[in-house]
T-cell receptor, first 113, second 114 residues
C-alpha cells in the first residue's frame, strides 16, 4: 500500500515563508496535490503538479517535486494569519474507474503575529 | 463554478435512526465520491461513482448505502450506525473518474451518532 507522510505541525511568524514537506512512496503517482482544510470546513484544492514537472509556481505558492526522492514540498511566501489551516498532500496513482486519492497525514500550520 | 454543496451541515442521530446525506454538483462532472474524515486525520475514501455506476466500494459496512440518482446528485443513506461512525463526511466530484483528475470537495456534513 501507499504511505504518504507529513510532519504534524509547523509554526511560523506572519510575513515569513512556510515550507510544508511531504514524502510519498508510490512511484506510479501521476499527479500530486496540495489541499487546505480550515477548521470545520471541507478541503480546498490549492494547487497540483504533474509528476514530469520539477516545479510549479502559482502566486504565493511554489510546489517543488523531487521524484527521485519521492519528496514534495509546498512553499507559501509571505504567510498570513488566514493561511492557518491543515495542509494535506495527496497522490493519485491511475487506477481506472474512478481515481483514488491517497492523502498524507496532514500538517497543521499555525501563523503567529 | 467549482462548487460542491452538501446538506445538512450537521446531523445528530441515534443508533436506530435512518437518515440521508446529500451532495450536489453542477459542474457537469460524471464521477462523485464519498469520504469519511475523523478528527485530526486525513480523509478516507468510501465510495466512487462513475457515470452513475458504483465503481469503487472500499469495503464499507452495509449500514452505509450510497445512491447516485443522476449525474448531479449523490446520496449516502445511513441506518443503524454506531458511535464510532461519528465523523465529517465529505463529498467530492471530478470530470468522469476515467483517468487522473482533480477532485473538488464540498464543505462536508458533520455527523454525530449517539
Amino acid at each position: 500500500g501507499e504511505d504518504v507522510e507529513q510532519s504534524l505541525f509547523l509554526s511560523v511568524r506572519e510575513g515569513d515563508s512556510s515550507v510544508i514537506n511531504c514524502t510519498y512512496t508510490d512511484s506510479s503517482s501521476t499527479y500530486l496535490y496540495w489541499y487546505k482544510q480550515e477548521p470545520g470546513a471541507g478541503l480546498q484544492l490549492l494547487t497540483y503538479i504533474f509528476s514530469n514537472m520539477d516545479m510549479k509556481q502559482d502566486q504565493r505558492l511554489t510546489v517543488l517535486l523531487n521524484k527521485k526522492d519521492k519528496h514534495l514540498s509546498l512553499r507559501i511566501a509571505d504567510t498570513q494569519t488566514g493561511d492557518s489551516a491543515i495542509y494535506f498532500c495527496a497522490e493519485t496513482p491511475f487506477t481506472g474507474g474512478g481515481n483514488k486519492l491517497t492523502f498524507g497525514t496532514g500538517t497543521q500550520l499555525k501563523v503567529e503575529l | 463554478d467549482t462548487e460542491v454543496t452538501q446538506t445538512p451541515k450537521h446531523l445528530v442521530m441515534g443508533m436506530t435512526n435512518k437518515k440521508s446525506l446529500k451532495c450536489e454538483q453542477h459542474m457537469g462532472h460524471r464521477a462523485m465520491y464519498w469520504y469519511k474524515q475523523k478528527a485530526k486525520k486525513p480523509p478516507e475514501l468510501m465510495f466512487v461513482y462513475s457515470y452513475e455506476k458504483l465503481s469503487i466500494n472500499e469495503s464499507v459496512p452495509s449500514r452505509f448505502s450510497p445512491e447516485c440518482p443522476n449525474s448531479s446528485l449523490l446520496n449516502l443513506h445511513l441506518h443503524a450506525l454506531q458511535p464510532e461512525d461519528s465523523a465529517l463526511y465529505l463529498c467530492a466530484s471530478s470530470q468522469d473518474g476515467g483517468g487522473v483528475e482533480t477532485q473538488y470537495f464540498g464543505p462536508g456534513t458533520r455527523l454525530l451518532v449517539l
